[in-house]
């Protein structure tokens, strides 16, 4: 596989709709082991709930599923949404069956029983075409493109706000916790618009000591200052018509934020020890995982810059509330470090899945890279199992101790807070508690 293609695959949404629990888990492994991002469901009602809520790239349906045909599905699919390709797979290869499938829309079509090749090299084929396209439409680049991993409603909202941050000059606040993705948002704004061949100049406010950010940010003139023997440009010229993204930016001291006030609103800048305003084109992107209103009331930041900097306001949620993105996020890692370091890509147990669902991810995205990057480096085996994680990574749920209740209320409050502790999910929490989503229900009741 070429290397273009195989950073394509890494993105690559994939739905597989089968009611055949082995049929969709053989289907997913392989898709997985390859770096697709690849979610599964039994029957064609849930596929339409998913496809609604999440995006998909790739739709891989059996044909024959009890109540409502595959066909049905792409039926839909071909009236509803473009850009979604479909493969129709089926148990029984009949003529009729494939004249049909391709008849309601589903260009591609494998017949069962199909080799792990067959599979792939089919699935390939399209990822190519899909790329092709896109770069052919001179696509405009969303989240996705940049290696940002989210199918969650939150994140969909994230990339929509990427989009229209990049056709725009427009100032753009991020926030978010640690490790969310906040730099990464930032530069994929950068490439997504037309300033990206101009400099993305990434500058930490909390990294440069005070006495000198003045003179890095808006440059010198010769004499200055002691030690300032030649005149020097700062980081707004050097992003001059591309993007300065100031990180930290909750951290800047209140002389520093009445310099970049007037530099946004002038679009100007002085150069230390000049008085001459130069004109800049520098678009500014901020970020901070501090609350800036906060900051407001105690008076560390200017509200008058707060206002001049949110002009966009994109907010990232933590990683505990992006639902099946954290499984997306493992499989892309999973990958992606397998690849770099020669490996072949482990799988991980169920019990060690569980453990990584059910964990509260205070480093958010971040930690989960690192983390899995140690993994694939130690993973001896083929598997990475529950011994293999840290001791650190425990479930979030915290039990207090009451010696007076009866076992059914000790276990109705276990059970809400391990529901609490995935955001209500009860998929999620059937697995932690290693019942069915059936006996999870009745016990709910
Ligand atoms: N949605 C995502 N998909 C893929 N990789 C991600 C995603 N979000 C974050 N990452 C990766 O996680 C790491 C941390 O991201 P980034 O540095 O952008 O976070 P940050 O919010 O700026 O963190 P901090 O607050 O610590 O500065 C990076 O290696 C980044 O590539
Ligand atoms: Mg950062």
């Known amino acids: 596989m070429d290397k273009e293609t195989h950073i394509q695959s890494e993105l690559f949404r994939i ?3 089968d009611d055949s629990a082995d049929a969709r888990e053989v289907i997913q492994t392989h898709l997985e082991d390859e770096g697709y991002a690849v979610r599964t469901c039994s029957c064609v009602e849930e596929a339409l709930q998913l496809i609604t809520s999440s995006v998909f790239d790739l739709i891989i349906t059996d044909l024959r599923m009890p109540r409502v045909s595959g066909l049905e599905l792409v039926q839909y699919v071909r009236n509803n949404l473009k850009d979604v390709e479909i493969m129709m797979i089926t148990g029984h290869p009949s003529i009729e069956g494939a004249v049909e499938a391709i008849k309601t829309g589903a260009e591609h079509y494998l017949a069962k029983p199909f080799t792990e090749r067959e599979l792939l090299e089919a699935v390939r084929s399209i990822v190519e075409k899909m790329t092709r396209q896109r770069l052919a439409h001179g696509e405009s ?3 996705q493109s940049y290696g940002i991993i989210g199918a969650s409603a939150s994140m969909q909202q994230v990339f929509k706000l990427i989009g229209k941050a990049g056709d725009t000059s427009a100032t753009v606040n991020i926030s978010g916790e640690s490790g969310t993705g906040k730099e990464l948002v930032a530069r994929s704004i950068h490439y997504a618009g037309k300033r990206r061949s101009a400099p993305f100049v990434p500058v930490n406010c909390t ?3 005070e006495n000198l950010i003045e003179s890095e940010l808006f440059g010198h003139v010769k004499g200055a200052f002691t030690g300032a ?3 020097r440009s700062g980081f707004f010229a050097i992003a001059d018509g591309g993007t300065l993204f100031l990180d930290e930016i909750g951290d800047a001291s209140l002389a520093l934020q009445a310099k970049l006030l007037r530099a946004i609103q002038e679009k100007t800048i002085y150069k230390v020890g000049s008085s001459s305003a130069v004109q800049i084109d520098t678009r500014m992107i901020c ?12 008076g560390l930041f200017r509200e008058d810059l707060y206002y001049r900097i949110n002009v966009i306001d994109i907010s ?9 993105d954290l499984l997306l996020l493992i499989n892309h890692f999973r990958a992606k470090f397998a690849k770099d370091l020669g490996h072949p890509v482990p799988s991980f147990s169920d019990e060690a899945l569980q453990h990584l669902m059910a964990y509260h991810w205070p480093g958010n995205v971040r930690e989960l890279e690192n983390l899995v990057q140690k993994l694939v480096l130690m993973c001896e085996g083929e598997t990475i199992d529950l011994m293999d994680l840290p001791s650190t990574l425990k479930p979030t749920v915290s ?4 010696l007076d209740r009866s076992l059914a209320e000790y276990e109705a409050e276990y059970i809400r807070e391990v529901l609490a502790s995935v955001q209500g999910n009860k998929t999620r929490a059937a697995a932690i508690l290693k019942i069915d989503r059936k006996t999870l229900r009745e016990k709910l009741r």
């Open 229 to 231: 023997g030649t005149a």
């Open 207 to 209: 990294a440069i000591p």
């Open 141 to 143: 680049l969303s989240g």
């Open 15 to 17: 739905l597989v709709v």
């Open 316 to 324: 990232l949620p933590p990683l505990r509330e992006r639902g099946d």
């Open 399 to 402: 039990i207090t101790k009451r």
């Open 287 to 298: 970020a901070t995982n501090k609350n800036l209103v906060q900051l407001i009331d105690k």
